[in-house]
């Protein structure tokens, strides 16, 4: 987990409706995981029973074919084994720290570079699989990995088309019975404009899709 200040940022983007209006948020000091969640890590929560199944691959990838409702799960079982509050980071606590403290396109620049995202156009040598080790490429300016593509990324919040009456507080946006949830960061099936800080999707809570996983986050 990496610890990261309180502070304010711009969230969003005019490059997509569903990032519109930019607009000033608020968030709380909090940590985040360095990582996405790796298959090792998951199948800890498989083995107490806590999760809905075992993952295949190696120990070092990314966790993927996740629901929002399993990841919430592994939040739930790891903040009663550690006895912390951990759980999914809000909407505007992963852009926050994707962003890494930059308001460019992407966190190192308004340019694509070379292999420093896992996505479909990238990297050099092009690959439809999934990754074989969290962490490939360098890390974010808050020393974060993979905020952006390897996996999407689940957060807390429910999914609205826009962020038209969105709270500036950094809290999740949640509603009752909502039935899809946040995705973020693009994963290595999308192309490169999926891994932009703002760029976010909805999916499904409960269906289970290959290039889904998520990263916990923990309240200080």
């Not at 990582?35 to 999760?51: G, H, M, Q």
């Not at 694509?112 to 690959?127: E, F, G, I, M, R």
Request: aromatic share 12%.
């Amino acid at each position: 987990m990496v610890p990261l200040p309180g502070g304010s940022f711009a969230m969003g983007s005019n490059e997509d409706a569903s990032e519109k209006p930019v607009h000033q948020v608020t968030v709380k000091r909090f940590a985040i995981g360095k990582y996405p969640v790796s298959i090792r890590e998951w199948n800890l929560c498989a083995a107490a029973k806590a999760c809905g199944f075992t993952a295949t691959g190696p120990d070092d990838a990314p966790v993927g074919n996740v629901s929002w409702s399993d990841a919430k799960q592994f939040a739930a079982w790891l903040a009663e084994a550690a006895g912390k509050p951990y759980r999914l980071p809000t909407e505007a606590e992963w852009e926050y720290a994707a962003r890494g403290g930059t308001q460019t396109r992407f966190w190192w620049g308004d340019q694509l570079q070379p292999d420093v995202a896992v996505c479909k156009n990238c990297t050099k040598v092009a690959s439809n699989e999934p990754p074989n080790k969290v962490g490939s490429f360098k890390p974010n300016p808050f020393g974060l990995y993979d905020m952006g593509g390897t996996v999407d990324q689940w957060v807390e919040d429910c999914f609205h088309k826009n962020y038209q009456g969105a709270p500036t507080d950094g809290s999740a946006w949640l509603e009752d019975g909502c039935t899809s949830h946040v995705l973020r960061s693009g994963s290595w099936r999308n192309d490169a404009r999926y891994v932009r800080p703002s760029n976010r999707d909805g999916y499904d809570t409960h269906v289970r899709y290959p290039t889904h996983g998520f990263r916990i986050a923990l309240t200080l």
